[in-house]
C-alpha cells in the first residue's frame, strides 16, 4: 500500500486574483508567517473565522479547495470528533466535545487548535483524501507547515486527541439523531446566496 494520501478528482487552483503565499511541500513557512497564522488562530472568534484560516492554508499548502461548505453540529458518540458524508456538503461535528473542549481548554489559542485540526481533517475528505491514516498524515502536514512543530495545533494534529485529552471520552455522546446546522459559515464564499 502506498504512503502517498489518497484522493478523488484535480487540484483546485487558488481564485484569481488572490496573491497566495504558497508553501513549498516538504518545506515550513517561515516563522513569521507561521506567527501570523498563529496569531489570527488564537484570535479567530468562532467556527467561520477559524474555518477561513483552514480553507486559506490547505489552498496554499495543497494547491486544492472546495467552496460552499455547511457546519453542522450533532450529538455524536464520544470516539467520534466529526465526520464528512460522502458526496456531501455539510462537516457535521460532534457538539458535546465541542462543549468539554470549551470548557477544558486552558487558552483561546488550544480550544481554536482542537476546532482547527478537526474542521481541517473533515476538510480534506470533502476535497477528495480518503482513508483515515492518509488523512490524519496530510492534516499533520498542513497544520505543521503553518504554525510549525512547537504549536499546540500540531501537538493535537500528530498525536491522539483521545490520549492527550482523556476528559473527552467521558463526554456525554448521543445516537447522532440530533442536528443543527451553524449559521454563517464558510461566509466567504456563501454570502452571496446564503444569509
Do not use: C
Amino acid at each position: 500500500m502506498s504512503n502517498h494520501p489518497v484522493f478523488f478528482g484535480s487540484p483546485s487552483p487558488p481564485p484569481r486574483g488572490i496573491s497566495v503565499d504558497v508553501a513549498t511541500p516538504g518545506r515550513a513557512y517561515s516563522p513569521d508567517v507561521q506567527r501570523r497564522y498563529a496569531t489570527a488562530l488564537e484570535a479567530a472568534d468562532g467556527f467561520d473565522s477559524i474555518f477561513r484560516i483552514v480553507r486559506e492554508v490547505v489552498r496554499n499548502v495543497l494547491g486544492r479547495e472546495r467552496t460552499g461548505l455547511g457546519l453542522a453540529l450533532s450529538d455524536l458518540p464520544s470516539g467520534i470528533g466529526a465526520y464528512w458524508p460522502v458526496t456531501g456538503n455539510v462537516i457535521v461535528m460532534n457538539e458535546p466535545l465541542v462543549r468539554a473542549m470549551k470548557a477544558m481548554a486552558s487558552s483561546p489559542a488550544e480550544f481554536n487548535s482542537f476546532v482547527f485540526v478537526i474542521l481541517a481533517h473533515e476538510y480534506l475528505h470533502s476535497l477528495g483524501y480518503w482513508g483515515e491514516d492518509p488523512v490524519r498524515r496530510v492534516t499533520a502536514q498542513v497544520v505543521r507547515t503553518t504554525f510549525g512543530p512547537d504549536h499546540v495545533a500540531t501537538a493535537m494534529a500528530e498525536g491522539d486527541l483521545w490520549q492527550m485529552y482523556p476528559f473527552l471520552r467521558m463526554a456525554h455522546g448521543g445516537d447522532g439523531s440530533r442536528i443543527r446546522m451553524v449559521s454563517r459559515f464558510d461566509s466567504d464564499t456563501t454570502s452571496a446566496y446564503i444569509r
